[in-house]
T-cell receptor, first 113, second 113 residues
Framework: IAGITQAPTSQILAAGRRMTLRCTQD?????MYWYRQDLGLGLRLIHY???????GKGEVPDGYSVSRANTDDFPLTLASAVPSQTSVYFC????????????FGPGTRLTVL | AQSVTQPDIHITVSEGASLELRCNYS??????LFWYVQSPGQGLQLLLK??????LVQGIKGFEAEFKRSQSSFNLRKPSVHWSDAAEYFC???????????FGGGTRVLVKP
């Protein structure tokens, strides 16, 4: 089934630990995105990638890093998790940048204690 | 900087009644506008989008939205809601090129039997 998969579905993490959220898409989309969703704030862009091998910073990039070694995968890493990174994280992709529809994964619920 | 405001955090509507969700945006150029729906525990699904042309846009699930440039608004409507329309709805604005989609804070819709 075509779409975006994210793993894990949920995770409880101790502060200071390193964590990588995985995202894979099979639609051969060029652009991929990471958002965090917090109550009342909607979705905020963390990092994005226009194409394999390139990445860029979004609205709230601090404390997060990404890589885009190939078209399909776009992992998000928290090098040293803090409680303020407790959130629901969504990965998305689009066929190209700009005005094309973004398709979203099911999300990862992360709790940092 | 672009921004999106959804003034209503919660809306409760009776099944079969009409629904209107408000969205106001701030953007310096011609905006690209989107409405997404998020069912509980799910990712976001695109309802409809406006890029240009007819200012009344039809989407999936019987939704429509009207772009009003003079009011900087892109309100979502449905003539008769179904219990399955209970969800959170997000308005988003994007530029004509580039990656940044800016989301509103969301409106949660509850449907009474």
């Amino acid at each position: 089934i075509a779409g975006i998969t994210q793993a894990p579905t949920s995770q409880i993490l101790a502060a200071g630990r390193r964590m990588t959220l995985r995202c894979t898409q099979d639609m051969r989309h060029n652009a991929m995105y990471w958002y965090r969703q917090d109550l009342g704030l909607g979705l905020r862009l963390i990092h994005y990638s226009n194409t394999a091998g390139t990445t860029g910073k979004g609205e709230v990039p601090d404390g997060y890093s990404v890589s885009r070694a190939n078209t399909d995968d776009f992992p998000l890493t928290l090098a040293s998790a803090v409680p303020s990174q407790t959130s629901v994280y969504f990965c998305a992709s689009s066929a190209r940048t700009g005005y094309n529809e973004q398709f979203f994964g099911p999300g990862t619920r992360l709790t940092v204690l | 900087a672009q921004s999106v405001t959804q003034p209503d955090i919660h809306i409760t509507v009776s099944e079969g009644a009409s629904l209107e969700l408000r969205c106001n945006y701030s953007y310096g150029a011609t905006p690209y506008l989107f409405w997404y729906v998020q069912s509980p525990g799910q990712g976001l699904q695109l309802l409809l989008k406006y890029f240009s042309g007819d200012t009344l846009v039809q989407g999936i699930k019987g939704f429509e939205a009207e772009f009003k440039r003079s009011q900087s608004s892109f309100n979502l409507r449905k003539p008769s809601v179904h219990w399955s329309d209970a969800a959170e709805y997000f308005c988003a604005v994007g530029p004509s090129a580039g990656n940044k989609l800016t989301f509103g804070g969301g409106t949660r819709v509850l449907v009474k039997p």
